[in-house]
């Protein structure tokens, strides 16, 4: 009878195939190559029903460390058919035929409800067909294998066992880095991902610049501990003179494989951490204790690019970490700019807002007032008549739009300042000035202006002269406005 409890023999990085526990084979046989007696489960068995065909299904994405099953009627199917290519077709075909049909149903890439089984049993067929050996075992016998689909490292079944040749070619469709593919960023020692080329892991720091080295550009320096490859040992991790060699735990596969209550189970080595090779203690490099790779503290100059907003990410490729293993290239080094706000300017995207203050006079006749922009200090034509609150655009005298050579605007926001205090000729000026321009005596002779200015006043006299002063600035402000608009009539 088979073993029914596979819940208890669950687990990430575990690999697992079903023995058939029948009394009938001798118990000495239960070892590596009698699973040719072996009964195996199908993921899509109506057997496996629950959360057990659920952890068979769960087979996809996982590199060498799966449940592993051989489906029973592996026989009845057709490689060459899934694949699409003739019986004789050769290795550049059958590969060709493969990248496209991996491409095509890579879960990452298809969404559809059937592209995972789709894309498990064309990685099936091309495990296959990609070895001459299996190829020639299934063209005879109808399996890779003619002791009952177990050959190799005798782990139920070519299966996912060519994972390496599957991540090489889908690194190159997209970018490397395939979750719970074993690839991507991962260790590609010679146990497993072999003919992989990882790539080292991206770094992320930001520098903070002053508004104005962000507008105009700047080069500032930051400071980083990569991975780096162990300059001594050439990331070898062995001394000058030493080489790496083989495990005997493993025979260099990088896994080990052991009989656990029925089942077959293999996992990374642990003498060699997966890497199917070992260094003896003493022809350890001393300078990274034989891991091949150190962090190295580095100071980089950044060139700020004119424009650079709060938030602007630089990227700087292959300054990030070189791989753990293998020779592929280095991540790349992501710095994210913060930029200091200016006192003087508020910015907005590319373009930049300024208050510019000037004395009701000029807000009359009209004049210039000087006004600072990102370039230097420029003189900007008030015409009369300005109210507070206009507005005014200096074109191209905002920030530089990056990348580009073109820039923003710069607008000017007028506020009409009014005196808090005046003198007693200054107030008998604008007094004449308010009945010419409303047709009626001036306060002074009409006796509404109060005490004469030569008058000592008190305190409380002095209150209700500055409350009249600021009432009358008020209407004043209005009674340009008026006579704006009857001019403009």
Do not use: W
């Amino acid at each position: 009878m088979f073993a029914n409890r596979l819940a208890n023999c669950g687990g990430t990085g575990t690999r697992f195939v079903v023995l058939a526990a029948s009394r009938s084979i001798p118990q000495k046989l239960l070892g590596t190559r009698a699973i040719g007696n072996a009964t195996s489960f199908s993921a899509s068995s109506q057997k496996c029903k629950g959360k057990y065909r659920s952890r068979l299904s769960a087979v996809h994405g996982i590199s060498g460390h799966s449940f592993h099953t051989t489906s029973a009627s592996r026989a009845s199917k057709d490689y060459y058919d899934i694949l699409g290519v003739k019986r004789d077709a050769s290795q550049s075909e059958i590969k060709k035929a493969y990248y496209q049909l991996a491409k095509k149903y890579h879960p990452d890439a298809n969404k559809e409800t059937d592209a995972k089984e789709r894309f498990i049993k064309v990685q099936e067929a091309y495990d296959t067909l990609s070895d001459e050996s299996k190829r020639k075992s299934y063209d005879q016998f109808g399996t890779a294998d003619p002791t009952g689909g177990m050959g190799g490292d005798g782990m139920g079944g070519a299966g996912f066992s060519g994972f390496g040749n599957m991540e090489d070619i889908l690194s190159q469709m997209f970018g490397g880095g395939f979750a719970g593919m074993g690839g991507g960023r991962g260790r590609g020692g010679p146990g497993r991902n072999r003919g992989f080329t990882s790539v080292g892991e991206d770094i992320d720091a930001s520098v903070t610049v002053a508004f104005m080295d962000a507008v105009k550009g700047s080069r500032t320096n930051i400071t980083i501990t990569p991975i780096v490859k162990c300059e001594p040992c050439g990331g070898q991790g062995a001394k000058k003179g030493a080489r790496r060699q083989t495990c005997k735990t493993c025979n260099g596969t990088g896994q080990a494989t052991f009989t656990m209550g029925g089942f077959h189970v293999q996992q990374p080595c642990p003498a060699c951490e997966g890497e199917g090779s070992t260094i003896s203690r003493k022809d350890m490099c001393s300078s990274c204790d034989g891991k091949g790779r150190v962090r190295e503290r580095k100071t980089i100059p950044i060139d700020i690019p004119p424009g650079c907003d709060n938030g602007t990410r630089i990227r700087l490729q292959g300054m990030g970490d070189v791989p753990v293993e293998g020779d592929g290239p280095a991540g790349d080094l992501y710095i994210r700019v913060r930029v200091t706000p200016s006192k003087t300017f508020r910015r907005k995207g590319t373009d930049v807002y300024y208050d510019v203050e000037m004395p009701f006079t000029t807000a009359i006749l009209g004049g210039s007032v000087r006004v600072p922009t990102v370039d230097g200090d420029v003189e900007v034509k008030i015409r009369p008549g300005t109210q507070s609150g206009d507005e005014l655009r200096l074109r191209g005298k905002g920030i530089p739009k990056l990348n580009s050579g073109a820039r923003g605007d710069q607008y000017l926001s007028l506020q009409v300042k009014l005196p808090s205090s005046l003198s007693a000729k200054q107030r008998e000026l604008i007094e004449q000035f308010e009945a010419d321009v409303l047709g009626r005596p001036a306060r002074s002779e009409s006796g509404s202006s109060g005490p004469a200015p030569d008058a000592p006043p008190n305190e409380q006299d002095a209150k209700a002269d500055k409350d009249k002063s600021k009432g009358f600035f008020s209407r004043l402000k209005d009674d340009i406005g008026n006579l704006k608009k009857k001019s403009d009539k």
